[in-house]
């Protein structure tokens, strides 16, 4: 079937770490290419933000990648992009006039507006992935929040309009209910991890400690670095690797703020924030952790911590969201409660310490990547949520009249 991917701010092609590239930019390449294998013809839609960009792209990995003119030819954050979505769905209407897709897939808040703009009346099913809701947001964030005003209702609509939503978790499937989105018309399908990068098997990246501790993620105070720093305290003979945020961390302020607060707590010369890491070299990272750790306030998935499983080392992490999911507590890894640095030395604590036990974790984590969160996996099952929205509908009326 064609696929028409709209991930609005989040390019597949987009260098991970910075502000607003991190998860949905590997959730829509990874599952865009696990689609292309399985033989469907995808493209993904994302808005122009560099005037040298060419207007289609086609990947390596079996899938095309258009820039939308949409507002500015340059960054801007995702926050702002609000106004520009009527121009981005005027352009996929032309374009899908031009060539219908079978269905499309909304990927966060505002790709669902314009996806649904753009398809009344072009008989396209719509499905819609949210991958974080406003309403949670705004939950933890409150006045920190920068999402526009607009959000929430918006994210209301989608859901009244959509054919159907892919959830990431079940956390998020009770929310949606509580938004007033049916339960009939959700379907659970998580994030997914590459097997054939991310394997327990390879080289590790050298540490000058007996203990490493590794965390990953897009540097801003939601994803708990600060609390992690605090734990590390009562962690000897322990280093602690934050890789993400700027290309110059020097001008990142978030990096100055982690960076000061492990000076005030005189572990300073154990914390390495290393910006930027390729996905390449991602794998090496985490598998030269004891652990990986990730305690952010809320999270409506984490790739990461699937990443670290599939690399076969034991995950510490927030109960909350998707990560209830995904890490079974005394399995794959420890759920602590999020923003609670004691608790969270304690844990890590008692992991460090049982090296048993982290072989375990490990071998567990691992075996349940295989089972559950491959690419491949999660394709087959956003296949099958494309079905059931109503792609490929026309196609199958017209084979039973020729019965």
């Not at 209301?156 to 309009?161: A, H, K, P, S, V």
């Not at 390879?202 to 992690?228: I, M, N, S, T, Y």
Request: neutral net charge; contains cysteine; aromatic residues 4%.
């Amino acid at each position: 079937m064609r696929i028409a991917m709209v991930s609005e701010h989040a390019s597949p092609l987009a260098a991970l770490g910075g502000v607003d590239a991190g998860g949905q930019n590997v959730h829509v390449a990874d599952l865009s290419a696990a689609l292309a294998r399985l033989g469907h013809e995808v493209t993904v839609y994302t808005r122009r933000d560099d005037p040298e960009l060419p207007e289609r792209v086609a990947t390596g990995q079996g899938y095309d990648v258009v820039h939308v003119p949409a507002g500015p030819a340059e960054s801007v954050p995702k926050d702002e992009l609000l106004p520009y979505m009527g121009d981005f769905a005027q352009f996929l209407r032309k374009r899908w006039r031009a060539e219908t897709p079978d269905v499309a897939h909304g990927h966060f808040w505002m790709s669902g507006l314009a996806a649904v703009l753009a398809a009344r009346d072009l008989n396209v099913p719509v499905v819609q992935t949210f991958h974080a809701l406003g309403v949670v947001k705004r939950r933890y964030q409150g006045s920190a929040d920068t999402s526009p005003p607009e959000r929430v209702a918006t994210e209301r609509l989608i859901g009244r309009e959509v054919d159907r939503i892919a959830a990431t978790c079940g956390d998020e499937v009770f929310e949606l209910i509580r938004m007033g989105v049916p339960r009939s018309r959700i379907s659970v399908v998580p994030c997914g991890v590459d097997p054939r990068l991310f394997q327990p098997d390879g080289e590790q990246a050298r540490r000058r400690l007996p203990h490493r501790l590794v965390a990953v993620g897009r540097l801003v105070p939601r994803k708990g670095f600060a609390d992690l720093i605090t734990a590390l305290r009562s962690l000897p003979d322990t280093e602690l690797v934050i890789a993400g945020g700027a290309a110059d961390m020097s001008a990142d302020p978030e990096a100055r703020r982690l960076l000061d607060h492990a000076r005030t707590l005189a572990v300073r010369d154990r914390v390495r924030l290393v910006g930027q890491v390729s996905r390449s070299d991602m794998p090496a990272l985490l598998r030269s952790a004891d652990a990986v750790v990730c305690v952010p306030w809320y999270e409506p998935f984490g790739i990461v911590p699937l990443e670290a499983m599939a690399c076969g080392v034991p995950v510490v992490a927030s109960a909350v969201g998707g990560l209830t999911d995904t890490v079974v507590d005394g399995v794959t890894g420890a759920l602590v409660p999020p923003r609670q640095p004691v608790a969270l030395a304690r844990t890590l604590r008692s992991l460090l310490t049982d090296p048993a036990r982290r072989e375990a974790y490990g071998l567990a984590g691992a075996d349940r990547v295989q089972v559950r969160y491959t690419w491949d996996r999660v394709a087959e099952d956003t296949e099958r949520v494309y079905l059931r929205a109503g792609a490929g509908r026309t196609e199958a009326v017209a084979v039973g009249g020729a019965r």
